[in-house]
Each structure stands twice: as C-alpha cells, then as structure tokens.
C-alpha cells in the first residue's frame, strides 16, 4: 500500500508544492445487517496514485465553507 510514498523526511515531501493545499475528506461508514461496518473508498482515476484506493475529498477552495467543500467533493 505504502510502496509508492517517498523516501524523504514527512517534512521534505511536498516541498515541490508552491504551497500547502488545503483539503477536505471524509469517513463515510455504513453498517450492514451482519453487523459489519463498511467504508466507502474511491478508486483514484489520476496521479499520483493511480488506481489506488483513497477516501472520498478533495481540495478545499477558500470561498467555500467546509461543510460546502465537502458536499463539493462528496
């Protein structure tokens, strides 16, 4: 699951980035009759991390509230 992460220091990972961007997810849970909890994952489309499974979200545009971004994203 992990292989794809890089090798730097959490601190020197997303240097790249011009700036930190904020976001917005979500835990979605669902019990089902046997009693078993269910997440909904998303299979991510592009990369980074093609075809790897994530949690629902997405970038947090700061004209919106976050409950907005995330009814934007979910």
């Known amino acids: 699951m992990f292989e794809n ?13 011009k700036y930190p961007m904020a976001s917005v997810l979500a835990l979605i849970q669902r019990n089902s009759n046997d009693g078993e909890s269910r997440w909904l994952l998303i299979k991510r489309q592009v990369e980074p991390f093609a075809g790897k499974w994530a949690l629902v979200g997405g970038k947090w545009e700061p004209t919106l509230l976050p409950c907005a971004a995330w009814s934007a994203s979910a």
């Open 5 to 17: 992460l890089s090798s730097l220091p959490l601190a020197q990972r997303w240097r790249g980035q």
